[in-house]
């Protein structure tokens, strides 16, 4: 029991994470129809954003902790909303009236663009970073296993709880919400509505990649070492998730991160980690076979 719950904890945190990084998938296939296959490259320059802002604030103690969370938090989660505008602008934005294939050509180049800018701008190494955050609560002890929940896992908890309830706030009570909602439904109509297209979905890929870097982040603290890498398996989990809970749906994506997150967590914990993410892909595809708009999707209606 003490084993199981402890690898509950662990599924959870970690697909916390992998919800994060799926909502920007699911945001930006709602309303443009794309697959952004560079947002796990945005995720890894959230993680290199936060490794070297936490290198310049050097080490803090005592309360100097909590600001320097919120400090290398909010440089992370603004300068990545600025690449995600970037890529949106120059990438995407041109051939947002081409055939969908050309704009997924230019994501899976844009993806490779971004791994080779960071290999060159900082390394093929990986860089690892000293704890920030230790410690924990004892939540049960056995006789031969003690069940932890780190201080590092409830704050990745605790702030995906508030970054879920405050991005539903944004799309259920906000001018910018009602906005995305237009364009999700009919981009032409909401346009001439006086809806601001352009301006939405530039918006849209700077939430994305701006909880991105939120992941990214918790990334950092979480496990202390990342490479330029790693945002291309972190971003196939993702959009796994995101298809997973069904692509379009913020809510599917959550849940879908938190599936692929349990099932990596219990099938390593009991079986063969080698074979976790065959797992993982292996319940994507069973549930896709009985329910191909995925757990909380809608089936794709054709306008006519």
């Known amino acids: ?41 945005i995720y890894m320059i959230g993680a290199f954003i936060a ?37 949106e602008r120059l990438a995407y934005r041109p051939l947002r009236g081409s055939p969908r294939l050309a704009a997924l050509i230019s994501a899976i180049g844009m993806s490779i663009f971004l791994q080779n800018y960071v290999q060159l701008a900082q390394g093929a190494r990986t860089k690892a970073m000293q704890p920030v955050i230790t410690g924990g609560i004892e939540v049960m002890k056995g006789e031969t296993f003690t069940v932890t929940l780190s201080y590092v896992q409830i704050m990745i908890m605790v702030l995906t709880l508030a970054l879920m309830a405050g991005f539903w706030t944004v799309i259920a009570r906000t001018p ?11 981009r032409a109509m909401a346009a001439l509505l006086g809806v601001d297209v352009d301006r939405t979905i530039s918006l849209t890929f700077v939430i994305g990649a701006a909880l991105a870097a939120v992941a990214g982040t918790m990334v950092v603290l979480y496990y202390g070492v990342i490479d330029f890498f790693i945002g291309f398996l972190a971003g196939i989990k993702a959009f796994t998730a995101a298809v997973l809970g069904g692509i379009g749906s913020i809510p599917g994506a959550m849940l879908g991160g938190l599936l692929i997150g349990l099932i990596e967590a219990f099938w390593s914990g009991y079986f063969s980690i080698e074979y976790k993410d065959v797992a993982a892909f292996s319940i994507l595809v069973l549930v896709l076979i009985f329910r191909p708009s995925g757990l909380l999707g809608r089936p794709e209606v054709e306008k006519v």
Do not use: K
């Open 1 to 41: 029991m003490e084993y199981f719950l402890q690898q509950l904890i662990n599924g959870l945190t970690l697909g916390a994470i992998y919800g994060l990084i799926a909502i920007g998938y699911t945001m930006v296939y709602g309303i443009v129809g794309m697959i952004n296959f560079a947002h796990g490259e």
């Open 176 to 186: 910018l919400g009602r906005a995305q909602r237009a364009c999700e439904q009919d």
């Open 51 to 87: 490794v070297i802002a936490f290198a310049i604030l050097g080490p803090l103690g005592g309360g100097g902790v909590v600001v320097a969370l919120l400090v290398v938090l909010l440089v992370s989660m603004l300068l990545t909303a600025v690449y995600g505008w970037t890529l």
